[in-house]
């Protein structure tokens, strides 16, 4: 009825002033200016700064760091920094070196470093069509040019072994909001690998063979493998967008259980060792409460192959296959939860931070191949028990990232009928999908 009678009065005011005389005089000017870009910044462009201009960026990966593999008594972490310098919208170069180190690994560490040119082949036309701004965010093939060193202990001194590989990948790469960014590739190529083999001269004086050096025989052979990295990056500032991180993360819908799967481990296959993971977890909240029950499973296959000549007519052969199977258990508390609620930032979920026990339990199985008299089998069981604090969030609609931290103490670990117990740290990152 407002609209009618305001529809009404502007009729009836136009018919008057039309017919009375005009004495208006009418002025027109134009003056230059500039008209400004409008952004429409979604929670996708939020979140990967897909409109963001950026050309150069730092980086420093953490997502190896004392992983939870230090379960089985080793310590392995992994300190990696790198930069990207785009060359044009759709050619960078990527670089980066790192150090990984195991304490109980006959490879006690390696420094490596990677030179990678990389293409985002489709870059050059979403700037064009305005979906875009030249930056990192984007699918990409690449040629990645790596170099390892490691130190190998020998009774004298320490040996320094080079390898190389020469890779092709594809990956996809994104920032993830201000000082983040997520990086998935897939790789194929050749791996040339050196390995010193002793070597042993024969004395006519003593009747036996001497020892006299040892020699750096060449291996090669094609490998493929997953890398997924997840870090932290420095680059120029950002301005600040409306957008709100709950278009991301999905604070505000109910959600009272979720299946996982674990994307950042999944396998590395060379001549002669290869790696194949499978990580799933299911939770299910209990009742309605900020309670939860999160259980985890995850398979390791393992094959190793190792060939040492120690005289002219003495060798050994080490051949190796073993599954790793480990169940967790972890009842988890959303402590803010129901804060969060009560505040009207979330809906009751499985999104937030929480504390939990964290009781593990694996078991190996390994069929280890000496020689064809010396061919036996390995088995045995640890369970490990502690406590964790972490962080999940749903990611969009089909993704997800659990972070925890925490330390467990071995309970029944026998290894030549002793029992060890020890107290090791961990610290496990998960990025994949959720159902």
């Known amino acids: 009825m407002q609209k009618l009678l305001f529809f009404y009065l502007i009729i009836t005011s136009s018919s008057l002033l039309m017919g009375q005389i005009d004495s208006t005089h009418l002025k027109h000017t134009q003056q230059a200016g500039t008209l400004e870009k409008q952004e429409f910044v979604s929670a996708a462009d939020y979140i990967f700064k897909t409109h963001e201009e950026n050309t150069w960026l730092l980086k420093a990966n953490y997502t190896g760091t004392l992983t939870g593999r230090s379960v089985k008594g080793d310590l392995e972490y992994t300190l990696e920094m790198g930069g990207e310098v785009k060359l044009s919208p759709s050619f960078s170069i990527n670089a980066l070196m790192g150090y990984n180190h195991k304490s109980e690994e006959v490879v006690r560490g390696f420094v490596y470093g990677q030179i990678e040119p990389r293409w985002y082949y489709n870059m050059a036309k979403r700037i064009s069509k305005g979906q875009s701004a030249n930056n990192f965010s984007g699918s990409y093939f690449s040629a990645k040019i790596m170099r390892f060193t490691k130190r190998h202990p020998e009774e004298s001194q320490t040996q320094i072994i080079p390898q190389d590989r020469f890779l092709l990948s594809y990956g996809k790469q994104y920032r993830m909001f201000k000082h983040g960014f997520f990086d998935f590739s897939l790789n194929a190529g050749w791996q040339k690998d050196r390995k010193y083999t002793p070597q042993y001269v024969?004395?006519?004086?003593?009747?036996?063979?001497?020892?006299?050096?040892?020699?750096?025989?060449?291996?090669?052979?094609?490998?493929?493998?997953?890398?997924?990295?997840?870090?932290?990056?420095?680059?120029?500032?950002?301005?600040?967008?409306?957008?709100?991180?709950?278009?991301?993360?999905?604070?505000?819908?109910?959600?009272?259980?979720?299946?996982?799967?674990?994307?950042?481990?999944?396998?590395?296959?060379?001549?002669?060792?290869?790696?194949?993971?499978?990580?799933?977890?299911?939770?299910?909240?209990?009742?309605?409460?900020?309670?939860?029950?999160?259980?985890?499973?995850?398979?390791?296959?393992?094959?190793?192959?190792?060939?040492?000549?120690?005289?002219?007519?003495?060798?050994?052969?080490?051949?190796?296959?073993?599954?790793?199977?480990?169940?967790?258990?972890?009842?988890?508390?959303?402590?803010?939860?129901?804060?969060?609620?009560?505040?009207?930032?979330?809906?009751?979920?499985?999104?937030?931070?929480?504390?939990?026990?964290?009781?593990?339990?694996?078991?190996?199985?390994?069929?280890?191949?000496?020689?064809?008299?010396?061919?036996?089998?390995?088995?045995?069981?640890?369970?490990?028990?502690?406590?964790?604090?972490?962080?999940?969030?749903?990611?969009?609609?089909?993704?997800?990232?659990?972070?925890?931290?925490?330390?467990?103490?071995?309970?029944?670990?026998?290894f030549h009928d002793f029992i060890i117990p020890g107290v090791n740290p961990i610290l496990d990152i998960k990025v994949g999908f959720a159902l």
Not at 231 to 245: H, I, Q, Y
Not at 342 to 351: D, I, M, R, W
Not at 362 to 375: C, H, K, P, Q
């Open 202 to 414: 024969y004395d006519n004086l003593r009747q036996r063979y001497q020892l006299t050096g040892s020699q750096l025989t060449p291996q090669h052979g094609f490998v493929v493998s997953s890398e997924i990295r997840l870090g932290l990056t420095l680059s120029k500032l950002s301005p600040k967008t409306n957008v709100t991180t709950c278009d991301i993360f999905r604070c505000f819908e109910e959600e009272y259980r979720m299946f996982k799967i674990d994307m950042t481990k999944l396998f590395y296959i060379a001549p002669n060792n290869a790696t194949i993971s499978l990580s799933t977890a299911y939770e299910q909240k209990i009742k309605q409460s900020a309670w939860s029950l999160n259980q985890e499973f995850r398979m390791d296959y393992g094959y190793h192959y190792n060939h040492t000549v120690f005289s002219a007519t003495s060798s050994s052969t080490e051949e190796s296959n073993g599954f790793t199977l480990r169940y967790v258990i972890e009842p988890r508390y959303y402590y803010s939860l129901k804060k969060r609620i009560y505040q009207g930032k979330s809906a009751n979920n499985l999104s937030g931070t929480y504390v939990a026990l964290h009781h593990v339990n694996t078991f190996y199985y390994t069929f280890l191949n000496l020689s064809a008299a010396d061919a036996h089998l390995r088995a045995r069981f640890v369970s490990a028990l502690g406590a964790v604090w972490g962080v999940q969030h749903r990611l969009f609609s089909k993704g997800f990232v659990d972070a925890k931290i925490g330390v467990v103490r071995k309970l029944n670990e026998r």
